[in-house]
């Protein structure tokens, strides 16, 4: 007991935060440490996407990896312990044994035995680490039991019950085969995951994987309807891979489907979930409404091409969206009303006398939206490197959720696809956003003659609650007017 009181008190845990504001759970993307190796106070040991951004946590103590609780590509709820290390090396830890579960009689019975380790830190949640879904752990420090024992166990529980009876052939009500069948189906917990999102019962999934567990193939299987006039399937499942390997699988990367199938399914989770979350949301709590206008930004590409040349912002991206990202400020300056925000609870109105600008970007996991802090005190150059900084950080996915939080007014860049314009959808929380089109170069009207000009399409929509058609094209006709004369920038500033 004084042994296991120390390897117990030697461990410790590391348990998923809440990286964003007020989430509940996040998907662990990728383990950058195994059992066994040396982690340091600060150290970056995961990647996690939330339903806001992919984030790296970093290990708050020094030690050896014990024993990492969860695999790649499982969905884990705040507070859960993902990870424990042994703070105090030296002697090694001695693994607790698998645990066998007896047959599924009694449901109590089900219930692993009871270690004699530490007890179990309180949880404000009052919830038990879960034994990669076979069932729940007794105490935080114990080792959860390997898939393949688990499964051994439950198949000799299930003999032993058949023998009881008077069944050793396995055959009949008391059989082997029938014990493990009413037993809960074998998965890991991202196929239990995926089985939940594709909405198939996994009592009815045919197993594949090594020791009677399901695998994603065979749920895939399950949810692929089958052509009436195949009799067999195209290709054998591929066995399981180890807990260690499965990791996300992006929508591009889902295994080929039976031919003749008509339909694939896509789990919606992570930031995707979110955006379709929100979406709804603003699209049916706001009034939405769209102004578009169409301007000649000639003399905006003549700048922009100037302001590449330019010593001081050597270094530094420059483009179009520079240009109207600042026009936006101006305009907003000029039309403080539009940067505010609708209080349904107080039913108030909030101005805000900060510009959080918002770059909608695209990334691999889907539109994020992260701003620029205090937008409006920024000078060109400022605005600029916060610019080139956020797009850089949005396609590597390192976008903290912190970034995205209390934005005020977002930009759409739809040009840079080759669309004219469209009509975006406020970002929650906010009273305006701005689409670019493509900027083409187009016959125009200009000084009494028909000559090639760069030409671009705006499209402004806005919350009508708040913003009036007179507020909302003030605004739209003050960045149009900027990009045409751009030397307003100096004028109105």
Avoid at 466 to 474: F, H, R, Y
């Amino acid at each position: 007991m004084t042994t296991d009181t120390s390897d117990a008190a030697r461990v410790r845990e590391f348990k998923m935060p809440d990286v964003g504001e007020g989430l509940t759970e996040a998907e662990i993307l990728k383990w950058y440490v195994q059992p066994g190796d040396t982690v340091t106070d600060g150290q970056v040991v995961c990647e996690v996407e939330t339903a806001k951004a992919a984030v790296e946590l970093p290990i708050p103590f020094d030690g050896v990896v014990h024993e990492l609780r969860f695999p790649e590509g499982t969905t884990v709820d705040v507070g859960e312990v993902i990870i424990a290390v042994d703070v105090a090396p030296g002697a090694p830890v001695p693994a607790a044994e698998p645990v066998a579960e007896p047959a599924p009689e009694p449901v109590a019975a089900q219930e692993p035995a009871a270690a004699p380790t530490a007890p179990a830190p309180a949880s404000g949640s009052g919830r038990k680490p879960v034994l990669v879904g076979y069932g729940v752990a007794e105490t935080s420090t114990k080792r959860r039991a390997r898939k393949g024992d688990a499964a051994a166990a439950r198949t000799a529980a299930a003999t032993a019950s058949a023998a009881v009876q008077g069944e050793p052939n396995g055959h009949g009500p008391g059989s082997v085969a029938t014990a493990v069948r009413e037993n809960r189906p074998l998965a890991k917990p991202p196929v239990r995951k995926l089985a939940k999102d594709l909405g198939i019962d996994l009592a009815t999934v045919v197993p594949t994987g090594a020791g009677g567990i399901i695998t994603r193939e065979d749920v895939h299987a399950a949810a692929t309807p089958v052509p009436a006039q195949a009799q067999a399937p195209v290709s054998a499942p591929t066995p399981a891979e180890p807990a260690e390997a499965q990791a996300p699988v992006p929508a591009e990367e889902l295994p080929a489907v039976a031919s003749g199938a008509r339909e694939t399914r896509i789990p919606v989770k992570g930031v995707r979930k979110a955006i379709a979350q929100a979406m709804v949301g603003s699209a049916f709590t706001a009034p939405h409404v769209t102004e578009f206008v169409t301007v000649d930004v000639t003399r905006t590409m003549k700048l922009v091409a100037e302001l590449k040349e330019d010593k001081d912002l050597a270094g530094v991206r420059v483009n179009p969206l520079l240009i109207i990202a600042k026009a936006l400020l101006v305009a907003i300056r000029r039309n403080p009303d539009i940067n505010a925000a609708w209080d349904e609870a107080n039913q108030e109105i909030v101005r805000k006398h900060y510009v959080n600008l918002g770059i909608a970007a695209a990334t691999p996991r889907g539109l994020i939206v992260p701003n620029i802090k205090d937008a409006h005190d920024k000078t060109l150059p400022e605005l600029a490197g916060a610019l080139s900084e956020l797009v850089s950080t949005a396609r590597e996915g390192k976008t903290s959720p912190a970034a995205m939080a209390g934005g005020t007014v977002t930009i759409t860049n739809v040009g840079v696809f080759g669309v004219d314009t469209g009509t975006p959808i406020l970002n929650p929380g906010e009273s305006a956003i701005l689409a670019v089109g493509a900027i083409k170069l187009q016959p125009w009207v200009h000084k009494g003659k028909v000559k090639p000009r760069q030409v671009t399409t705006l499209a402004l929509s806005f919350d009508h609650r708040l913003v009036d058609g007179e507020l909302g094209s003030k605004v739209l006709a003050d960045v149009a007017a900027i990009l045409e004369q751009p030397k307003r920038l100096i004028t109105w500033a």
